[in-house]
């Protein structure tokens, strides 16, 4: 079973950068596609980006692609989200999560397996 931490959001102004990390334990995400949601006040959790178990497929969701990317690194079993030009549409509680499953087209918050604490990234105008 695997534990996961989420460290790096803060508050940033708009057009600022944050990276966030994802530390894995109790198992290894190289079994895992891992994959980022957030979740905004009284709104439901949403997709934000993914990788595969091989980091040879990513998907993003349209609201961030060539903003956001999504990198891993197996041999410090962390996965990482790095966020550029931000906007204040962006502030949410940022979630890790593992999928057991391969990588076909988008996860789904009712396909994962295991999901971090989350934390907080605030972006201000």
């Known amino acids: 079973q695997v534990q996961l931490v989420e460290s790096g959001g803060g508050l940033v102004q708009a057009g600022g950068s944050l990276r966030l990390s994802c530390g894995a334990s109790?198992?290894?995400?190289?079994?895992?596609?891992m994959a980022w949601f957030r979740q905004a006040p009284g709104l439901e959790r949403e997709f934000v980006a993914a990788?595969?178990?091989?980091?040879?497929?990513?998907a993003y969701a349209d609201s961030v692609k060539g903003r956001f990317t999504i990198s891993r690194d197996n041999a410090k079993n962390t996965v990482y989200l790095q966020m550029n030009s931000l906007k204040p549409e962006d502030t949410a509680v940022y979630y890790c999560a593992a999928d057991i499953r391969i990588l076909i087209g988008t996860p789904t918050t009712r396909g994962i397996d295991y999901w971090g604490q989350g934390t907080q990234v605030t972006v201000s105008s």
């Open positions: 990788m595969s178990r091989s980091g040879g497929k990513t």
């Open positions: 109790g198992g290894t995400i190289s079994r895992y596609t």
